[in-house]
């Protein structure tokens, strides 16, 4: 296959995305498409828990919070090699099978016990982690411009780009799945491939989309700002920071929108925009906070801390990890935080701060962990493996 390069460029304003369908008609676009159901498009709930990991950053709010606590200590259950780096985070489904992108193009497939399931293999490297819908399929971009829908390991359409995607799919209860890209754009594409709107960003979009209480989509941009888009496609707001945002934002109960920035900073905003604290780190920060119920915010930095906020951004704690944490920490329900960092160790801690244990994956970790619906821990390593501990 011919290599696939990301430009910085935006594309002629004239190319708008089409989706491509296989084994299928398109759909009839004359009339509007009836009423989808959530247990189908959606994450396969119809109330507000979701004890699986459906999308990056646990649910639509990217809380990176899950309900469910482990009752024993965590050992390795089974690993899985790709065939390259492991940099996409895993989806969990609600039977329990992960998906995975791969730097060797694939999109994998793991049973609940490590067996393979199926692959599909786009035209690039897949740094995009994937959403996985309740009926199974499972949405997932690449560098090769393209957005996928697949459903047990069959194509059923994808939808072209203007350039490659690092942002990871949004998936919401209507079915809706909302996407950054460096084209410069964030997508709205509908469950059955149609596009509802392109919004345009001033700079590359790889911070993956989160959605608000009131329907606002916010997602971070190259050109050093949070943008908040109506759910019509219109501009709601710009919030700037001092670098290029990547890390992804996370709502709170409130609306309260917490996102870092590379310029070092943690921001919490009101969902207007306006800013309610600012807290730093003494580097960039490429990780996206995670949000305890009591309010505190958890965030990795490139400095080699985890570090711990309280509601109102008085520093809680800092954890010193043995390397920059690009890996966004998750949040189970007793409290313990799961994370990776670059020299390939992965880290528990508890709500204090103090290591519960950690093991070395390889020789680094840049994905985030996964925590899945019967107390499994999923994460992926430069090393090309996904790993489970349960």
Known sequence: MASIACSSTPPPAQVTPHAVYYGAPAPFSGAPSPSPDVRFVGTGMIGPEVPHWPMFRHDSSRTGRNGVARTTPPGIKWTFATRGEVWSSAAIGIDGTVYVGS????????????????????????????????????????????????????????IELGNCAFSSPLLTRDGVVYLGSNDRKLHAVEHDGKLRFSFPAKGGISSSPALGPQGNIYVGSDDHSLLSIRADGEAGGRFMTGGPVRSSPAI???????????????????????????????????????????????????????????????????????????????????????????????????????????????????????????????????????????
Do not use: C, M
């Open 103 to 158: 730097l060797d193009k694939r999109l994998y497939a793991i049973g609940e016990n490590g067996e393979f399931k199926w692959a599909y293999e786009t035209f690039g490297p897949v740094w995009s982690s994937p959403a996985v819908a309740g009926d199974g399929t499972v949405y997932v971009a690449s560098i090769d411009h393209n957005l996928y829908a697949v459903r047990d390991g069959l194509l059923k359409w994808s």
């Open 252 to 390: 709170g109960p409130d609306g309260t929108v917490y996102v870092g920035s590379e310029d070092g900073s943690l921001y919490a905003l009101t969902p207007g925009g306006g800013i309610k604290w600012r807290a730093g780190a003494t580097s960039a920060i490429h990780s996206s906070p995670a949000l305890g119920k009591d309010g505190a915010v958890f965030v990795g930095s490139q400095d080699s801390n985890l570090y711990a906020f309280n509601a109102d951004g008085s520093p809680r704690w800092a954890f010193k990890a043995g390397g920059p944490v690009n890996s966004s920490p998750a949040l189970a329900a007793d409290g313990t935080i799961y994370f990776g960092a670059s020299d390939g160790t992965f880290y528990a801690v508890d709500a204090s701060g103090h290591e519960l244990w950690s093991q070395k994956l390889g020789p680094g970790i840049e994905a985030s962990p996964a925590l899945g619906p019967n107390g499994e821990i999923v994460i992926g390593s430069r090393d090309g493996t996904v790993y489970e501990f349960r």
